[in-house]
């Protein structure tokens, strides 16, 4: 297929930036409402098009996706007051539906965003009951913008008694008991902060329900780092307020404690539980009274500490769990009904990306057998109910088993079934395997690979993905577009790179910084492993990844373009030297570094995929796949990198296509099922013209 590409101005601008000279040719098109760039995105979207009609298969992909999406989502109970509330979203359903129902039966929905808006652009984004399941506080936003309002419904009526209340992003509900009042975090107005600064400068309110938000006390926050993110929450019976506080992504908070029968709730005296410390700590006082601290603190893998609250410093506390030196602990949850002989510790974990529960003694932590899962898959919302007893609830899913809900007695040890996902799951045969292999510098680094049961001794298309950064584990989970990829032939390849939690914190920090390269050196050395063991060619080799994983991609095809025949990079941070102008962006300065210093600039520069294109080579076929409303990465870094790879491609008689596709009223986040289908459908026939996978 040969490529004309439309004309892009290209401008000889550079600059002098903490002592280097960086160049912008196409600086211009960061402001994509200017004629030019208008008229540039017009040819784009003409461009796309003519190469999406020469692209056979999509009509069958789209089918087949639909059919495995339609299996729906469940998720695990939260309980509150004898009732219980969750989602579902059965076949056919755009989103998915906020439910609640008593132990005798009778659910209800309470929220249905297509009911609300059935253009299906407004996202439910958060949800928090207050204690006794009476009020709900809950978080809608229009157009994948994901500027939240909040609002708070009478669960018995369905009719909402407080909000909206605006500039709410991010933020968590802790509920005071009787549903009269709340904590929550909330942006200063934009008029009362620095211009450029308004997705910033959040505080801690205290809200009573059916007051006007301009009348709520200001509890936390002010005079503190601008991208400061806060977390509050409040015990069960009222009295202890925890507040903590990171700044931006970075991995590491600061964390207090407060009396609140002692200091009152719209006054509350904080103590340091941790502070200056870096490492990421969470607390919460249980029913027992003890202070239970989940953290990394000395301890990477992470362990349970236990304090008294009143006196809640590192000095006083306790180790309850000990980190285990194989596995990383991601949660747990206490059952301590009365008709327990002993209460009961649970831990979750995750032993190289694949989860598994523990069994402890609560008062000893002895560990005392462990909780069967069905396979090598992923368990998330392990959780009990607030006012104890002896169960608890866990969402489990894997490469081929959608989300399914199950419940654990600690009466008995039994572990059953609660609740599965509402579609019939017509899931093709694939096996999974992890393979373990050296990066550069010698790490073992682990990938699943999926694939069918048809004869492997001929390479075949794949598609390779990663992520590789913010702490973020990839665990095998039910994915429709790798089921779709592995039933038509090929080979989907997920590997767990270094700036992830895979292995630990310390797994994470390998990979950011000034050590992101670690990270590039992981992905190119799963590539050769692909191809060392015979499962696929660098002609047959895609590459996919999104957001961080977009810059992982992007880097990976100006690092190494003859490894890869073909590029799909989603929502991607592209320019590093001003990706923190734009979106969220000073929020991740933390994870990647700040152009402001010299010497992390030069970091930077050192594999900013913009600042890498070269013109004469032959890159792969690359697929940019960018969304208008995207609040957290601004579509400019695809659209700068799109016009500098086909510059450099233009002069080539062998040039592979460079395209851009654009989507509207859609963000960065959640997306209605129909969109997903349609965007999975093209990318996966992308993938497939560019690697020979025939459909």
């Known amino acids: 297929m040969t490529t004309a590409f439309p004309p892009a101005r290209r401008v000889d601008r550079t ?66 007051g004898g009732r219980r509330f969750f989602m579902r979203r059965t076949a056919g359903q755009e989103h998915a539906v906020l439910y609640t129902a008593t132990e005798a039966g009778g659910e209800r929905a309470l929220i249905d965003p297509m009911q609300i808006d059935p253009s299906g ?31 708070v419904m009478d669960v018995q009526t369905g009719q909402d008694v407080g909000g909206p209340i605006d500039r709410c992003r991010y933020s968590g509900v802790a509920w005071l008991p009787g549903g009269k009042a709340f904590y929550y975090t909330r942006r200063l107005a934009p008029d009362a902060v ?45 009295r202890w307020l925890t507040v903590g506080a ?121 560990r005392r057998g462990v909780i069967p899962l069905p396979g090598l898959g992923t368990v ?91 702490g973020v584990s990839m665990t095998p989970g039910y994915t429709p577009s790798a089921l779709a990829w592995v039933e038509a032939g090929g080979v989907y390849a997920i590997a767990g790179l270094r700036g992830g939690s895979e292995e630990g914190e310390d797994w994470h920090r390998a990979g950011m910084r000034d050590r992101k390269q670690n990270v590039f050196d992981d992905f190119h050395a799963a590539a050769e492993k692909l191809i060392a063991d015979g499962w696929t060619t660098p002609a047959q080799l895609s590459i996919s990844g999104g957001s961080n994983g977009g810059l992982l991609v992007g ?41 402001a210093d010299p010497v992390e600039l030069g970091w930077l520069l050192s594999y900013s995929p913009y600042h890498h294109v070269r013109a004469g080579t032959r890159y792969p076929a690359v697929l940019f796949t960018v969304f208008d409303s995207d609040t957290r990465v601004d579509p400019l870094h695809a659209r700068k990198m799109c016009a500098a790879l086909q510059h450099a491609a233009a002069a080539s008689a062998a040039a592979r296509p460079i395209l851009l596709r654009r989507e509207s009223d859609v963000g960065h986040g959640a997306r209605a099922v129909s969109r997903s289908v349609t965007l999975l459908s093209e990318v996966l026939a992308f993938a497939a013209f560019h690697t020979g996978l025939r459909l």
């Open 194 to 238: 620095p211009d450029g600064e308004e997705q910033y400068h959040r505080r801690v309110y205290l809200h009573r329900v059916g007051s006007p938000a301009g009348d709520d006390a200001m509890i936390f926050g002010a005079g503190r780092e601008k991208t400061n993110y806060y977390m509050a929450s409040v015990s069960l019976d009222g």
């Open 246 to 366: 990171a700044a931006g992504t970075a991995p590491r908070n600061d964390l207090w404690l407060a009396d609140l029968a002692a200091s009152g709730e719209s006054a509350p005296e904080l103590r340091v539980v941790q502070q200056d410390v870096d490492a990421q700590t969470m607390a919460r006082v249980g029913r027992d009274g003890l202070l239970y601290i989940f953290t990394d603190r000395d301890a990477p893998r992470g362990r349970l500490m236990v304090a008294s609250p009143a006196e809640p410093d590192f000095a006083h506390w306790r180790e309850k769990l000990p980190q285990d030196d194989e596995a990383v602990l991601t949660g747990y949850a206490i059952l301590d009904g009365a008709e327990l002989g002993r209460p009961v510790l649970l831990a979750c974990w995750t032993r190289h990306a694949v989860s598994e529960i523990s069994v402890h003694d609560l008062a000893t932590g002895e």
């Open 380 to 470: 998330g919302g392990l959780s009990e109910r607030p006012e104890g007893g002896h169960e608890a609830w866990f969402a489990y899913t894997d490469n081929t088993t959608p989300a399914t809900i199950f419940r654990y007695d600690a009466r008995t040890g039994e572990v059953s079934t609660w609740e599965r996902a509402p579609g019939p799951a017509d899931v093709p045969e694939v096996e999974t395997r992890q393979v373990a292999y050296p990066s550069r510098d010698g790490t073992t680094v682990r990938m699943l690979v999926i694939y069918g049961y048809q004869d492997r001794r001929e390479p075949r298309p794949a598609i390779l993905t990663g992520y590789g950064g913010f």
């Open 15 to 80: 600059e002098s930036l903490n002592g280097y000279v960086v160049a912008d040719p196409y600086r211009w098109l960061e402001d994509s409402g200017s004629d030019e760039a208008r008229a540039w995105l017009a040819d784009q979207d003409a461009l796309y098009a003519a190469h999406l009609d020469a692209a056979p298969g999509r009509e069958i992909l789209a089918a087949r996706l639909a059919e495995l999406l339609g299996v729906g989502t469940v998720s695990a109970p939260a309980w509150r």
């Open 121 to 151: 652009t407004t996202t439910l984004d958060a949800w928090q009951p207050d204690k006794e399941g009476r009020l709900l506080a809950y978080q809608l936003s229009e157009g994948g913008a994901e500027e939240s309002a909040l609002r």
């Open 555 to 595: 880097a990976a095809l100006t690092q190494r373009p003859e490894l890869y025949a073909a590029v799909v990079c989603s929502a991607p941070l592209l320019d590093m030297v001003r990706y923190e102008q734009f979106g969220l962006g000073e929020t991740w300065n933390d994870e990647y570094g700040t152009a």
